[in-house]
Every structure is written in C-alpha cells, then in structure tokens.
C-alpha cells in the first residue's frame, strides 16, 4: 500500500519508531503491577461507515466487558485484566493505517482488533506485518485480503467467495427434488463480483450446470437480465449485489412473471429494508449468514448463541448481528492463544511472533462456531470453518432453514408462482 508522507509525517514516524523499541522496556519497569493485556482497535468511529464501525467496537467490547467481569483471562495462573484502546480510521484505509501505527508505537498495545471494512483491514495489515503486532479482524469478507498472504493479520469471517459457494450446497442439501442447474448474476464491482464468483464455484463443485454467468453494471437496467435467466430456465437463481440491486431483481422478475423454484442473495437479505420494501414479494428469497443464535455451538464464556444474542441484547438493547458476533469472538481467540502461550504482558517482539504463531494454531469451538485459520493459499489466515447459514424471508421475517443442524424449518422449495 503507497501513501503520500511528508517529510514532517516521516520524521514523526521515525521518532515514533524509536520509542517502539523501547516502549517494552518501560511498560516491563512496573512488573509489580497486576498484568494488563492492552488491546487496540481499529475501526470506523466516523464517517460514511460509522454504523458498522459501532457494531464492530460493540462487539469486541462486550468480549472485554465480559471477561473482566469475571477477573479476566487466567494465563499462567494470574489473572489479565484487558484494557481496550481506540483508533478512529474515520471510513478510510489511509488513516486506519496511522490509527494503527499510533495504537503500536505511542499506545504499546499487544494486539488490534482489525476494522470494519475489509478496504481499511487491507492497509492495516502491512503495519501490523512491520512491528509484528497480531489482528485479529472480526469484520473484514473480501478475499482480497487474504489473497496479500498477511503474516500477522486472521480473519473470523469466511471470504464471501467461500460462504456464497457453500450456500449453493446448503441448498442442494436441502431441496427436493434435487436442483440440477443454475443461473448468476453479479454486479461488477468489488464484493458483489467475489460473491457471484463464489456462487459459481460453489455451483461448479457440486456438479450443477451453470446455464448463465453475467456481470452487469451497478445501475444496469434488471428486465433484460432477468429475461436472459429465464429463458435458460435454472433451478437456482443466484444473485451478488447491495440491497438495492437484490430488491430491484426481486422486483423485475415479478413484473416479468418468472420465479426460479430457488432464489439466493447475499447479506443484503438479512438487512430488515429488504422486506420492508418489498412486502409480501420478499417470502421464499434464500439470504446468507455465518451466525444466528440458532447455531448448535457453545463456550465457557458467553455460553450458548442464543446465550450469547440475549446477553447482548441486555447490554446494548439491539440483538447482534453475526458481525458483532464475529468480533466477540475474535476475543476469545486472543485469549487461548495466550493461554497456550503460557507469558503474561506485555509481550516483547518475539513473546508477539509466538502469540502470533499460537493464533495460527488455532483449533476452536465457540458461540460463533468453530475457528480454524488456512496457513496457505489464497485464504491465508481466514476462518475457513464457518458453513453459511441459509436463511428465508417467511411473512417478513428471517427463518433459519439450513444447514441442517440449524435450521428451524424446511427451505419453501419450488418456490410457487407469484400472485
């Protein structure tokens, strides 16, 4: 990543590399104290991203609340208390970087909890990489992130490539009869392309024939596409868009007559605008999440999800969504890793690579579900565990009906025609 540095910003920057060095010097002077684990963050606090920036700090701060309630996480036998530290990137990668750089050197924080976009996470890694500091990113989807191959960045939710290419078997699984075609449409921008890419894998790799893949424009004009779709005639319809283009394709295909027995979109149908504006035409469109609280999995700290979704709800009065989900549980990775680390902080440089090698490591089962990171390829360091979890708007309502250890009731398949 290149940024512009003025020779003020690169003096500042040097003298601040400076105190990095001896920043451990001087917090291990006061070795009497009780230990305290201090945990940057870096998110949107401002700007165009706030709201999912407060999501994010909401969930990784119910972690820290959660476990110093308790007396904090017991290392080695002692107790870490944690101590949470902000950066602002104020909704872009430029200055999530700087916040990130200040949070190491001036802060002397043992490891960061990674932002909201996926934009900023990819300019706050190659920080994290320079002093050797872990992040743990609880929000960041775009495989472009993985794709760097970061060394001491790990994400706890899957690419979307990935979740949307396991959601079309979650559907298969679930259907009868069994699909034997589908069609993709995916916007040509960003994530909404990496999710029909990972549509079309997913397709691919269980043997169905992909009758149509198209990559139309943000603005596209939605009746000639779904007229394309429908005269190939697939079993399942996928779709990578924001919510505007996924209301708007639910809105040309009633118009035009045509419903596939399956349509699939990405997060945008779990956000509740979707049904609002939709009404009744949102019943049977398949969306795609990593976690509600119906998921079968549990821990020693928030218990199970629904445990987790009520404490939540307690404490901030808005039930969680899987990002924040995500980000509770990027704490309880931190955690073990230092539990098998057996160190209290603060942490040297090379007590960091260790922690960062113990993360690598990890092998765990939380309220979120399981964590298990790829030490290669082209998801270096993502959480490749998670199975989506497959969701249908019912009377407006989002109703779990996939995998099949989740799900609250059978998948509406063929979907019937519209009225």
């Not at 909401?58 to 110093?68: C, L, P, Q, S």
């Not at 309630?69 to 950066?87: L, S, T």
């Not at 700290?301 to 979704?309: C, Q």
């Amino acid at each position: 990543m290149a940024h512009g540095i003025t020779r003020r910003k690169f003096l500042a920057r040097s003298g601040l590399v400076a105190g990095a060095a001896t920043g451990f010097a001087a917090r291990s002077a006061r070795a009497g104290e009780a230990p305290v684990l201090r945990v940057g963050v870096v998110t949107s606090l401002s700007g165009k991203d706030v709201l999912g920036g407060n999501l994010t700090k909401r969930g990784y701060d119910f972690w820290a609340e959660t476990v110093n309630a308790a007396g904090g996480i017991e290392v080695a036998g002692r107790r870490v208390r944690v101590q949470m530290f902000y950066g602002d990137d104020q909704s872009t990668p430029s200055a999530g970087a700087d916040a990130a750089e200040r949070l190491i050197v001036q802060e002397k924080v043992d490891a960061i909890f990674g932002p909201y976009t996926s934009g900023s996470t990819i300019a706050v890694s190659p920080i994290c990489d320079k002093y050797q500091v872990p992040m743990i990113a609880g929000s960041a989807e775009s495989p472009n992130v993985w794709k760097r191959r970061p060394r001491y960045t790990f994400g706890m939710i899957p690419a979307v490539d990935l979740t949307a290419g396991k959601s079309i078997a979650v559907i298969v699984e679930q259907a009868n009869p069994k699909p034997r075609s589908a069609a993709v449409v995916g916007v040509n921008e960003p994530f909404s392309k990496e999710t029909a890419e990972g549509f079309q894998k997913g397709a691919r790799d269980i043997k169905l024939e992909v009758a149509r893949y198209d990559l139309i424009p943000a603005r596209a004009d939605l009746a000639p596409v779904v007229s394309s779709v429908a005269s190939a005639n697939p079993d399942i319809v996928a779709v990578g868009g924001h919510e505007e283009v996924l209301i708007n394709f639910v809105r040309a295909s009633k118009a035009l007559g045509y419903r596939p027995k399956a349509l699939i979109m990405h997060y945008g149908v779990t956000v509740p605008a979707f049904a609002e504006q939709l009404g009744k035409d949102a019943d049977g469109t398949l969306g795609i999440t990593v976690w509600t609280p119906d998921v079968p999995y549990r821990d020693d700290v928030f218990g199970t999800a629904a445990e987790y979704d009520q404490k939540s709800f307690k404490r901030w009065g808005t039930h969680p969504d899987y990002t924040e989900a995500a980000c509770s549980a990027s704490g309880l990775v931190l955690a073990a890793a230092m539990r098998k680390l057996g160190k209290l902080p603060p942490y040297s440089r090379e007590d960091r690579q260790a922690l960062n090698a113990a993360i690598e490591d990890t092998s765990l089962t939380t309220f979120y579900g399981p964590v298990r990171f790829a030490k290669s390829g082209d998801h270096q360091h993502c959480n490749i565990e998670p199975v989506p979890v497959l969701i249908q708007i019912r009377g407006g309502q989002q109703v779990t009906v996939g995998p099949q250890d989740a799900k609250k009731s059978d998948m509406v398949y063929p979907l019937p025609a519209w009225t």
